[in-house]
């Protein structure tokens, strides 16, 4: 079974400055897909960025950007500039690709303090 | 607004009793996810319906049960509660583009409480 990691409960980072948040995962498969989700105060779950297994070239969408290293099944996210508006709770996610589920599998979350 | 909606927003119920939580997807997508927020289990992965039909089950208790009807909507049954049924329950939406699944897109949720 799949599993995912992120290992920093919490973070901080001063408004406008960059902060990176880190996660690994565990899978067999070769094909797949990973995402950023974003949880603020209102709990919505709100899709940040996704990043196809097979493509080398990491994503970017604005200020938020992925370094994804698939040999280390690891899948990290950089937020540039950071906002007030940043911080939520961050869940990363790993979803199989083929027939079968797309259940999404989610780690534990990282919860983002951005601080004026 | 993701364009999935989830009625009630919150429910407040005692134990043993039966509720029915309810999605509408976004126009399009024929394929509906429930998944659970608890404080100690995360968010874990109920079931998939697509189209009508169940496509896939998580750790889905036997007290609970789902279903999708002819005009898409989905609802979520939850019997016998118990104290631990206490979580925010989310439901999902995808399409198949290109004969694959896109991403997810989430519903707000409806937060249970169970007394």
């Known amino acids: 079974a799949q599993t995912v990691t992120q290992s920093q409960p919490e973070m901080s980072v001063q408004e406008a400055e960059t902060v990176t948040l880190s996660c690994t995962y565990d899978?067999?498969?070769?094909?797949?897909?990973l995402f950023w989700y974003k949880q603020p105060p209102s709990r919505q779950m709100i899709l940040v960025i996704r990043?196809?297994?097979?493509?080398?070239q990491n994503a970017t969408e604005n200020r938020f950007s992925v370094n994804f290293q698939k040999a280390a099944k690891s899948f990290s996210l950089k937020i540039s500039d950071s906002q007030l508006g940043d911080a939520a709770m961050y869940f990363c996610?790993?979803?199989?690709?083929?027939?079968?589920?797309?259940?999404?599998?989610f780690g534990k979350g990282t919860k983002l303090s951005v601080i004026p | 607004d993701s364009g999935v909606t989830q009625t009630p927003k919150h429910l407040i119920t005692a134990t043993g009793q039966r509720v029915t939580l309810r999605c509408s997807p976004r126009?399009?997508?024929?394929?509906v996810y429930w998944y659970q927020q608890s404080l100690d289990q995360g968010l874990q992965f109920l079931i998939q319906?697509?189209?009508?039909?169940?496509?896939a089950k998580g750790n889905i208790l036997e007290r609970f049960s789902a279903q999708q009807f002819p005009d898409l909507h989905s609802e979520l049954n939850l019997s016998s509660l118990e104290l631990g049924d206490s979580a925010l329950y989310f439901c999902?939406?995808?399409?198949?583009?290109?004969?694959?699944?896109?991403?997810?897109?989430f519903g707000p949720g409806t937060r249970l409480t169970v007394l």
């Open positions: 999902a939406s995808s399409r198949i583009l290109a004969g694959v699944f896109s991403e997810q897109f």
């Open positions: 899978t067999s498969e070769s094909d797949y897909y």
């Open positions: 990043q196809e297994a097979y493509k080398q």
């Open positions: 996610a790993y979803r199989r690709t083929g027939a079968g589920s797309y259940q999404l599998t």
């Open positions: 126009s399009g997508d024929l394929s």
């Open positions: 319906y697509y189209n009508g039909e169940e496509r």
